[in-house]
C-alpha cells in the first residue's frame, strides 16, 4: 500500500505494504479529469486504494510531470489532505497497525443490513493502540461501489475485536475541535463539551456521526456518493 504523489521538488510516500507484504501501486488510468471536473474520479483511486491497501501514483508519465499513456491524477490536493490526517492517526507506523480488510470483517463491521460483496458498500478497518492510552483508536474506510448514492447505517458488529470495547467518542469532543475566535474559545469548548452523544468523527472534515439511538454501536445513517469514498474515525479510551 505504498501511497506515492509525486511533485518536481518532493517525494511523499504514504502508505507502507499491502496485506500480502507486496508493494502494490495503481496507475492512474486514462480518466477525463481536468480542473474544475468532478473530483470523484480521481477520489475513487483514493478509495480504492485505502480499501485494498495498496498506492495509486499521481502521474505514470515522465519525470517532468507532464502526463503519461495512464493518464494523471489530476486533484492532488485531495490526497495531501488524506496523507495529513492519516499521519496523525500514525497510520505509517506499520509496527502497530492492525488491518481487517473488508473482506473477512463482515462479522466486525458493516454498511446497511447487507453483506459487502452482496451490497457492494465495502469497509476495510485500520486500527491501532492510543497513543499514550489504554484501548484502541480505528479508521473506518467505506467505498461506494455502485451507481448511486447511498446513505445507509455503519454498525461497529463487534466493537470489543476492533476498539476493545465502546465506542468513547462523543459529539462534543469532535466540536471542540472545529478552531473559533479567540473570544468565543472558553464559552465554545464548555457548550462542546456538554453534548455527550456518541459519535463517529468524519476523518476528512471533523464533522460528527451520531450514534443511531439506542441501536447500540450503529452510526449514522452515513451519505458517500457513488463511486467516492468516506473515512470514519472512532476510539475506546479505558
Not at 517525494?11 to 488510468?29: H, Q
Amino acid at each position: 500500500m505504498d501511497l506515492v504523489l509525486r511533485y518536481p521538488n518532493s517525494l511523499y510516500r504514504a502508505m507502507a505494504m499491502n496485506y500480502a507484504g507486496v508493494i502494490v501501486t495503481m496507475l492512474p488510468d486514462k480518466c477525463p479529469v481536468g480542473p474544475g471536473d468532478d473530483r470523484r474520479f480521481d477520489r475513487q483511486k483514493l478509495g480504492l486504494a485505502m480499501l485494498h491497501d495498496f498506492g495509486v501514483t499521481r502521474d505514470a508519465g515522465s519525470v517532468q510531470f507532464r502526463g503519461g499513456p495512464q493518464g494523471r491524477f489530476q486533484n492532488a490536493e485531495e490526497a495531501v489532505r488524506l496523507i495529513n490526517r492519516l499521519e496523525k492517526f500514525g497510520f505509517f507506523r506499520d509496527d502497530d497497525v492492525e488491518k481487517l480488510p473488508f473482506w473477512r470483517n463482515d462479522a466486525l463491521v458493516r454498511m446497511g443490513d447487507k453483506p459487502g460483496e452482496e451490497s457492494k458498500v465495502r469497509v476495510t478497518v485500520y486500527r491501532r493502540p492510543l497513543d499514550g492510552g489504554k484501548g484502541y483508536k480505528a479508521i473506518f474506510v467505506i467505498l461506494n461501489e455502485t451507481d448511486g448514492d447511498i446513505e445507509t447505517p455503519l454498525d461497529l458488529c463487534d466493537a470489543k475485536r476492533i476498539l476493545g470495547g465502546a465506542n468513547t467518542l462523543r459529539a462534543g469532543d469532535i466540536a471542540a475541535l472545529k478552531k473559533v475566535p479567540e473570544v468565543l474559545k472558553a464559552a465554545w469548548s464548555t457548550d462542546a463539551k456538554a453534548v455527550a452523544t456518541p459519535a463517529l468523527r468524519d476523518f476528512e472534515t471533523d464533522a460528527p456521526v451520531l450514534r443511531a439511538g439506542d441501536k447500540g454501536e450503529r452510526y449514522g445513517p452515513v451519505f458517500v456518493p457513488y463511486h467516492d469514498y468516506r473515512v470514519l474515525y472512532a476510539e475506546c479510551r479505558q
